[in-house]
């Protein structure tokens, strides 16, 4: 019984010493594995960024682009009528739409539906004003007809997509 008592006293003090180190090691371990992670979250976060913000720049230029006072400037030509103004207006901003899609993935998806929002709501207001020009009538009654009806807005589509995504870009990264 003695000798088992002898035993005792060294070992039992022994394993604490083991348990201990075993702890402390594996504390040591997790608080590493953490650091690594985060300096990786962090790694990617000073590569991402730079592109997330260009992404939004591009959608704030597809947005400049798109509105109706640029269209208007860019597409209109003596000579056109106003059926073929609104179908180059709206070729225009399918296509501007489509080389900016693959920008989704670096905006918050409320980003994105309001953009998409303002894309259609300036499809429906120039095919709204389109109804109201002879088809065959000049491109430049067709123009005039679409600015005056932006006016009349309190804000337009492109406009409010802008704002929101200047707001978005202020919170993120500044």
Same mark, same amino acid.
Request: aromatic fraction near 6%.
């Given at each position: 019984?003695?000798?088992v008592l002898?035993?005792? $006293?060294?070992?039992?003090?022994a394993?604490?010493?083991?348990?201990?180190?075993?702890?402390?090691?594996k504390r &040591? &371990?997790?608080?590493? +594995?953490? $650091?690594?992670?985060l #300096?990786?979250?962090f790694?990617?976060?000073? =590569?991402i960024n730079p592109?997330?913000?260009?992404?939004y +720049?591009r959608l704030?230029?597809f947005l400049e682009?798109? %509105?109706?006072?640029?269209l /208007? =400037?860019r597409?209109?030509k *003596?000579?056109i009528?106003?059926k073929e103004?609104?179908?180059?207006?709206?070729? /225009?901003?399918?296509? +501007?739409? @489509? *080389?900016?899609?693959?920008?989704?993935?670096? /905006?918050?998806?409320?980003?994105? @539906?309001?953009?998409?929002?303002?894309?259609a709501?300036?499809?429906k207001i120039?095919?709204?004003v %389109?109804?109201?020009? $002879?088809p #065959?009538a000049?491109?430049? +009654?067709?123009?005039?007809a679409l600015l005056?009806?932006i006016m @009349?807005?309190?804000?337009q589509p492109?406009?409010?997509?802008i704002e929101?995504?200047? $707001?978005e870009?202020?919170e993120? &990264?500044f």
């Amino acid at each position: 019984m003695e000798a088992v008592l002898q035993i005792l $006293k060294y070992t039992i003090p022994a394993l604490i010493v083991l348990v201990t180190a075993v702890i402390i090691i594996k504390r &040591f &371990f997790d608080n590493e +594995e953490q $650091k690594r992670k985060l #300096d990786l979250a962090f790694e990617n976060e000073k =590569m991402i960024n730079p592109v997330r913000l260009q992404a939004y +720049e591009r959608l704030i230029l597809f947005l400049e682009r798109i %509105s109706p006072e640029s269209l /208007v =400037m860019r597409i209109n030509k *003596h000579g056109i009528k106003a059926k073929e103004l609104q179908t180059q207006m709206l070729a /225009v901003i399918r296509a +501007e739409y @489509e *080389h900016n899609l693959a920008q989704q993935v670096y /905006v918050s998806p409320k980003s994105w @539906e309001i953009l998409k929002s303002a894309k259609a709501n300036l499809i429906k207001i120039i095919n709204q004003v %389109s109804a109201k020009i $002879k088809p #065959d009538a000049p491109s430049i +009654e067709l123009s005039k007809a679409l600015l005056e009806s932006i006016m @009349e807005m309190e804000k337009q589509p492109t406009t409010i997509a802008i704002e929101y995504l200047k $707001k978005e870009v202020r919170e993120l &990264f500044f």
